[in-house]
């Protein structure tokens, strides 16, 4: 099992770009690698929100509609670190930021099993 650590979130301001990191914690038994990676991200009150997902060989990735065309999911398996480009942020992209090992890319409910503990990205208008 892989656990994965996130870094990079900040404040920043509206129209400014970031880029979040995700990584396995020294204590994993196994590498992001085998893993289709995703980002999710929480607000205050409400439920956490799907980001995107890559594949293990990073040819795939899906976004949700609220970033999508200006989030891009990357990731370098031989430094075992999944990215999280952030491009034109807004306001409402204010939230903590969370990546997550799936069982499969093609995702449920529930596939996601080892989560980091966040990252949190402010975004000032």
């Known amino acids: 099992q892989v656990q994965p650590v996130e870094s990079g979130g900040r404040l920043v301001q509206a129209g400014d770009s970031l880029r979040l990191s995700c990584t396995a914690s020294?204590?994993?038994?196994?590498?992001?690698?085998?893993?289709?990676m995703g980002w999710f991200r929480q607000t205050p009150g409400k439920e956490r929100e799907f980001v995107g997902i890559?594949?293990?060989?990073?040819?795939?990735?899906t976004y949700g509609d609220s970033v999508k065309g200006r989030f891009t999911i990357s990731r370098n398996n031989e430094q075992n670190t999944v990215y999280l480009q952030m491009n034109n942020i807004k306001p409402e992209d204010t939230a903590i930021y969370y990546c997550?090992?799936?069982?499969?890319?093609?995702?449920?409910?529930?596939?996601?099993?080892?989560w980091g503990q966040g990252t949190q990205v402010t975004v000032s208008s």
């Open positions: 997550a090992s799936s069982r499969s890319y093609y995702w449920r409910p529930g596939d996601f099993d080892s």
């Open positions: 020294a204590a994993s038994r196994r590498t992001l690698s085998v893993y289709p």
């Open positions: 890559i594949s293990r060989d990073g040819t795939l990735t």
